[in-house]
Each structure stands twice: as C-alpha cells, then as structure tokens.
C-alpha cells in the first residue's frame, strides 16, 4: 500500500463540534484528495490540492474545508459538524493524470 | 460537469461465470478510466485502467473496454471466484483538472 497515514481512524462528535481529520503521505505526491463514502453514492469528492497552498472544492463542498501547507499533509475541517457530515472519509494521493492511492479511511460519527 | 453512471448495482453469479459490469460517462474530454476493488471495511484498490487511446486492456480474469464514441466502459471478470465478492467502482478522470468522478459503485457477489 502507498504511504498515506489517516488520523484518527474512527472519531464520535457532537453536533456543532469543530472536527479535523489527517491525512499524511510519505509519497511526495503532488496531488491529494478527500473523498466522502455514503451508501448509494459511492465515494464523492470533498476537496483537492494540486500542490502546497492550491486547493480546490470538489462536488460536496460545503460544510467542509481544507488546508495544506506542507506537501505531506492534507488536513480536512468540519467546521460545525453536523449528523448528515456521518460518513466515512477517505484520502487519496497521486501524481497528475495517474493513478490514485487511498488511505485507510476515517469513520466519522456525528450524533 | 462529469457525470458516471454505472450499473447494475448488484450483481450476482455463479462461481466460475463471467461478470459485465458497464458505465457511461458525460464529459467527451475525459480520458483515463480506472476501476476500484473494494472488500467491506477496505480502502478502494486499483484493479485495472484504461486510457483514452486504448480500446482493451487485459489483466488475467480482468479486462476493460472503452467505447469512447459511445461513452461508455465496461470491466469483464471470467471465471469468477468466490474472493471476487466486494464492491466494483468505475471512475472517470478530466485531464483538465485531475479530479475523478466515481459511479455509484457495483455490489458483485460470487456464489460458491
């Protein structure tokens, strides 16, 4: 498996809590992703960076933000959870127009 | 923006059949097409992808297709195996932007 370390691994929030998730590679892959994984929709794209600084929203953006300020680490930012923010989340990494490794996921509990 | 469809949703053989599963796609510039494996509780693992200057590509007991005129792909497992079983996702990726659009994702069970 590529190296993409995702922290923590399972969290259980309360509704209007702030929660951030980690995502951390060993890869120096230019790319990272965060996807969402609810049944029935399949895995539906958060938020992007094609490098340090350069991000960009996905298709299910918001309640959601991002930030990378280093090459290695992609954090994603709930800023006010809320319970349809229940999923699991998943990191993903890649060079541009290659294949793309994901991590482990996080499974995130909003009550 | 891009658009997957993918079906069926579940799917069921008999050990040893072959399984199609097809998907379409909307945008005419996307032009790599990977396809995920995913075991319940498990990340997607890459099986098999196809690019847009290829029309099949084979890997053992799994092949891709892509139709790029008509929008569509489709993976083939042969002689299915019980350690098939798991959740199939097809995917489309721009080359504009990098970011892949998943089908909803194809339920495959083998029955022994």
């Known amino acids: 498996d590529a190296g993409i370390t995702q922290s923590p691994r399972h969290k259980v929030t309360e509704t209007g809590t702030p929660v951030t998730l980690r995502c951390h590679q060993t890869?120096?892959?230019?790319?990272m992703y965060w996807y969402r994984q609810d049944p029935g929709h399949g895995l539906r794209l958060i938020h992007y960076?094609?490098?340090?600084?350069?991000?960009d929203k996905g298709e299910v953006s918001d309640g959601y933000s991002v930030s990378r300020s280093k090459t290695e680490d992609f954090l994603l930012t709930l800023e006010s959870a809320t319970s349809s923010q229940t999923s699991v989340y998943f990191c993903?990494?890649?060079?541009?127009?290659?294949?793309?490794?994901f991590g482990a996921g996080t499974r995130l509990s909003v009550l | 923006g891009e658009n997957v469809e993918q079906h069926p949703s579940t799917l069921s053989v008999q050990e040893g059949d072959s399984a199609v599963i097809k998907c379409t796609y909307s945008?005419?510039?996307?032009?790599?097409f990977p396809w995920y494996k995913q075991e319940l509780g498990k990340r997607p693992q890459l099986i098999i992808d196809i690019r847009s200057n290829v029309g099949e590509k084979k890997d053992q007991r799994i092949a891709v297709t892509l139709n790029k005129t008509a929008k569509h792909f489709s993976l083939h497992i042969t002689e299915t195996q019980p350690e098939d079983s798991a959740v199939y996702f097809c995917a489309a990726v721009l080359s504009s932007s990098y970011k892949l659009i998943f089908g909803s994702g194809t339920r495959l069970l083998v029955r022994p």
């Open positions: 993903a990494i890649s060079e541009p127009g290659d294949i793309q490794y």
């Open positions: 890869e120096n892959h230019r790319y």
């Open positions: 960076s094609y490098g340090v600084k350069d991000t």
């Open positions: 945008d005419s510039a996307s032009n790599y």
